[in-house]
């Protein structure tokens, strides 16, 4: 046990290692409804949205609906032999050409699918085969794009990559940067060979002044992709701060990156970087704990999603949303969260959390949960 835990303490750099624990619980329907419900002293928690696939992150559009990636199903075709694969026990992935999937849910929670035609991957059943596909979305305008994180060779999936596209209004899809190749050509500082992903496992993505900011945490760095196409690195945070993982990113006049850090887990490892513009890295909030989510409310307050704490692997019901104020003091918003995997604020003042994010083998379990917060 104890070399096992020191594997993953090296290895466990992305999403894709999360599973390794949380499958072995073989959760299922029954026992998703059967769990506490979500509690919070200071904020209303409801279930907005269900019957989503693998949710992660989410955003309002210019329509006044809510917007959500999906991992999807995940898939079986295996590319073993025809490209470098992601090592063992995370890698190989197997993966479908479809089943990554978006979806718009309405202002009274109704969801209809957008796209589900995007690639969807999942890791080793010895690592949990957990589910990768669209990561994230974003608007540019009228015009909505999704990160993808489920394509390439090294997922599984032939004659694919990586990369945001947009998604035209007749349904059809347009790539616009191709990210898997990005990072082969431009290598980061300090990557973690026995977790290494050729492909990467892209997360976040946020709009700011029309071009799109990427995060992405197995390789470990923050990149900009302009409407056009162009891709350029802000920053390579494994330079500075090794293999921390990051995660999500939320942008309040610089760049707020969060990091999931590695496995087992150490409660109050995780912290909250600083980026500007032009690369500029300082962290800001530390003692935090597998950060996906960061968010900033119209009184200008930070939040926190936490996926896990109290425990040293992903465990479901303990996941939070903490609020940080300036001074650093920390309050639990909402407490008792089902694997949360993102978070955004909506046009209402409430929080809007992808919830049951992976871990039931059973797809249509994700939800969404809205937070009203009352003070």
Not at 177 to 188: M, N, T, W
Request: charged letters at 15%; aromatic letters at 8%.
């Amino acid at each position: 046990m104890k070399m096992i835990c020191n594997y993953f303490s090296r290895v466990a750099s992305t999403i894709a290692a999360i599973a390794a624990i949380v499958f072995s619980v073989s959760l299922a329907d029954s026992a998703v409804a059967a769990g506490p419900p979500p509690t919070s002293a200071s904020a209303i928690v409801s279930v907005f949205a269900t019957g989503l696939n693998n949710p992660r992150g989410l955003k309002f559009g210019p329509d006044g609906n809510l917007y959500v990636a999906e991992g999807g199903p995940g898939g079986t075709v295996s590319t073993v032999g025809l490209c470098d694969q992601v090592p063992a026990p995370v890698g190989p992935y197997t993966g479908s050409p479809t089943g990554g999937r978006i979806s718009k849910i309405d202002t009274n929670g109704v969801r209809t699918t957008v796209i589900d035609t995007f690639p969807s991957s999942q890791t080793s059943p010895a690592s949990g085969s957990l589910i990768s596909g669209v990561a994230d979305v974003a608007f540019i305008g009228d015009t909505l794009y999704a990160l993808l994180a489920g394509a390439g060779c090294s997922h599984g999936v032939l004659n694919s990559t990586n990369g945001s596209f947009r998604v035209n209004t007749d349904g059809s899809t347009t790539l616009i940067a191709d990210l898997s190749a990005f990072q082969k050509a431009h290598p980061v500082k300090n990557p973690e060979p026995d977790d290494f992903e050729p492909d990467g496992t892209w997360y976040s993505m946020v709009e700011v002044r029309g071009a799109l900011y990427a995060v992405e945490p197995n390789h470990g760095e923050l990149d900009k992709i302009t409407a056009d196409g162009q891709i350029s690195r802000v920053v390579d945070i494994s330079a500075s701060q090794g293999h921390i993982v990051p995660t999500a990113i939320a942008y309040h006049g610089n760049f707020y990156v969060g990091n999931l850090n590695t496995f087992p887990i150490v409660e109050g490892s995780s912290k909250i970087l600083r980026i500007t513009p032009n690369g500029q890295l300082e962290v800001v909030v530390e003692g935090l704990t597998t950060v996906l989510g960061v968010a900033f409310d119209h009184r200008a307050r930070m939040y926190v999603l936490e996926n896990t704490t109290g425990n040293p692997f992903p465990t479901p019901f303990t996941g939070k949303v903490v609020r940080v104020s300036p001074s650093g003091a920390r309050e639990d918003i909402a407490t008792g969260l089902f694997l949360p995997t993102a978070m955004t604020f909506g046009p209402d003042g409430a929080l809007y959390v992808s919830n049951v994010g992976f871990g039931p083998p059973p797809v249509g379990l994700g939800q969404v949960l809205r937070i009203v917060i009352t003070d």
